[in-house]
């Protein structure tokens, strides 16, 4: 696995099945696109048993280790060993969105969010902020899904930004709609450096759409942080990144192994691969509950390769206590 836009493809692959999934859900039951009912719980994907997973997994990882004694790296998560001589996350996300979306065909709406995250598209959900908003994937469909919403989108690559910005202007969306900041958002309070901008406590919900897998994790604290201060009272983060033992996770050559759970790829970015006690534990330790936690484990077909992928993502639901 070399690039994030690879990853990028095969969760495409999986969006094509997730909406024929959803297409056989929806002659079933009548599913109105997530307004009424509530899907999120039926709705999780479970293809495969994690568990059966798992045990196959960890033998395919122990085995890369024991071929490679000396260029193991495996080290603690939690601390720096090994991120910083990849040089400054921000550059490398730069670099990367420069190049991948100067190629049009890389644009392509991630609507599945809806279906996975209904709750966006209710009435009571107005303010919504994305975090690392990449090139708008996400943001376009939560314009058009729930009209009444209006998106905060936040990404620290300045390209990343403007193409999101394009993409909203593309779309013919009212300004008023959608405002775009170049922020990064694993580090002090965001937006409060705007001198106080009436952004706390704004928000009924935040979205980490394989964003926090992409934060060095001794500064996830701080991203969880920034999005604790910024929800009102009860608001909510909707959360799907790449879970432990994910196809893409198997796949990374030994060398780029920089802890347990943690990658980097040829272009110097960053890969995470969550387990959900882990996840639900960063949450709660800044003060989040958590509403729901689970896998989504998918399996994929790939016609021109006759092989199956067994793609597994973290999801997650948490909220900001009352008080
Ligand atoms: C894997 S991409 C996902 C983009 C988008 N959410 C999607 O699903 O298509 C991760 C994004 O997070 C952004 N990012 C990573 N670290 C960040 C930080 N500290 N602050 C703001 N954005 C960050 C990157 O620039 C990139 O756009």
Redesign the pocket.
């Known amino acids: 696995m070399s690039s ?1 836009l690879k990853e ?1 493809e095969e969760e495409e692959e999986e969006d094509a099945g997730r909406r024929q999934r959803m297409e056989r859900y929806t002659s079933r039951s009548g599913y109105d696109g997530g307004r009424k009912g509530n899907l999120a719980s039926e709705y999780h994907d479970s293809d495969f048993d994690w568990m059966e997973l798992r045990e196959e997994a960890e033998k395919i990882l122990s085995s890369k280790e024991e071929g490679n004694h000396e260029r193991e790296r495996g080290g603690d998560d939690e601390k720096d060993g090994g991120i910083e001589k990849l040089g400054d ?1 921000g550059k490398a ?1 730069e670099k990367f ?1 420069n190049k991948v979306n100067s190629t049009a065909k890389f644009f392509k709406e ?1 609507r599945y969010i809806l279906q996975e995250f209904p709750a966006l598209l209710e009435e009571n959900v107005l303010e919504v902020c ?6 708008g ?2 943001v376009i469909p939560i314009l058009k899904g729930n009209p009444l919403a209006r998106v905060t989108a ?4 300045e390209s ?1 930004v403007e193409h999101t910005r394009q993409a909203v202007e593309r779309e013919g969306f009212e300004s008023a709609r959608c405002t775009v900041m170049t ?4 580090s002090g309070v965001v937006v409060e450096e705007e001198g106080g901008s009436g952004e706390e406590g704004k928000f009924d919900a935040v979205l980490m ?3 926090l897998s ?2 060095p994790p001794p500064k996830m604290d701080k ?1 969880i942080g920034n999005a604790l201060h910024l929800l009102k009272p009860g608001g909510r983060v909707f959360f799907r990144d790449y879970g432990m033992f994910d196809l893409t996770q198997l796949r990374f050559p030994q060398d780029q192994k920089l802890g347990s759970k943690l990658y980097h790829r040829g272009d110097n970015t960053l890969s995470y691969f969550f387990t959900l006690e882990d996840l639900a534990a960063k949450f709660e330790g800044e003060g989040f509950e958590t509403v729901e936690t689970d896998y989504a484990c998918v399996e994929l077909y790939n016609r021109k390769k006759d092989f199956e992928m067994r793609r597994v993502f973290a999801h997650g639901v948490f909220r900001k206590p009352l008080r």
């Open positions: 994030p990028e996350q996300w969105h991630k994305e975090f690392g908003c990449g090139n994937s996400t936040m990404d620290f690559s990343a922020r990064d958002l694993s759409v394989f964003f992409a934060v991203a």
